[in-house]
């Protein structure tokens, strides 16, 4: 059975940094482009960003390009999203999602609020 | 960026009745591989997206007959054939084909 796990959320105060991290298993994790998409309350998605299988080719949304950064230890099982400069938008539930295009399997989510 | 409309926003449905949504997209889905990534996702109260249609029409593992997936290039449609109780909820039309990935506002279905 595919599980998705996320973990990292919390309150964090506005430019401050939070890393969250996925544990998959279930899956040959090495074998899947994986994603990160968010839910900001009460709104619709947002994919934020995506990682190929061997981590060397990574996609970001503008609204987090400089900010975020993805990753990958596909020795774990595991993926990350670095969070730096955090802004009051970017609260929101935060999504580990299998592959980039489709999103077949998704995570339970973790809630990140930017708030002073 | 691709963006993705729907229609209706809100859609109450009787149940056992059939109901159908709309999604455009501001440019064609299809991608340089020659599929046409667009996905369908209900996100029921207090739960997670799941993938119901992948690439226009194909149904996801588990999901019940009643829900099919059809369209190309700009215009798809979802359909359930027969509403259940169980299928309310918010769906989200999502554009797999050109990067930033974006999704539809979503469609909330309830019962009238």
């Known amino acids: 059975e595919v599980q998705l796990v996320e973990s990292g959320g919390g309150l964090v105060q506005p430019g401050g940094s939070l890393r969250l991290s996925c544990a998959a298993s279930?899956?040959?994790?090495?074998?899947?482009?994986m994603s990160w998409v968010r839910q900001a309350p009460g709104k619709g998605l947002e994919c934020v960003a995506n990682?190929?299988?061997?981590?060397?080719?990574?996609n970001y949304v503008d609204s987090v390009k400089g900010r975020f950064t993805i990753s990958r230890d596909n020795t774990k099982n595991s993926l990350s999203l670095q969070m730096n400069s955090l802004r009051a938008e970017d609260t929101a539930v935060y999504y580990c999602?299998?592959?980039?295009?489709?999103?077949?399997?998704w995570g339970q989510g973790t809630l990140i609020t930017v708030s002073s | 960026d691709v963006v993705m409309t729907q229609s209706p926003l809100s859609l109450p449905v009787t149940l056992g009745q059939p109901a159908s949504i709309s999604c455009r997209s501001s440019?064609?889905?299809?991608?340089?591989?020659?599929?046409?990534?667009l996905n369908w996702f209900q996100q029921r109260p207090g739960q997670s997206p799941r993938r119901l249609i992948y690439?226009?029409?194909n149904r996801d593992s588990g999901v019940p007959d009643r829900f099919s997936g059809s369209g190309s290039g700009t215009d798809f449609t979802l359909k359930i054939s027969r509403v259940e109780a169980e299928d309310v909820g918010v769906y989200y039309c999502?554009?797999?084909?050109?990067?930033?990935?974006?999704f539809g506002p979503g469609t909330k279905v309830d019962v009238k």
């Open positions: 990682i190929k299988q061997d981590g060397s080719e990574k």
């Open positions: 440019q064609s889905l299809v991608s340089s591989d020659g599929n046409t990534y």
């Open positions: 999602a299998r592959t980039a295009r489709g999103l077949e399997y």
């Open positions: 279930g899956f040959p994790f090495s074998d899947y482009w």
């Open positions: 999502m554009q797999g084909a050109h990067w930033p990935f974006t």
């Open positions: 690439k226009v029409s």
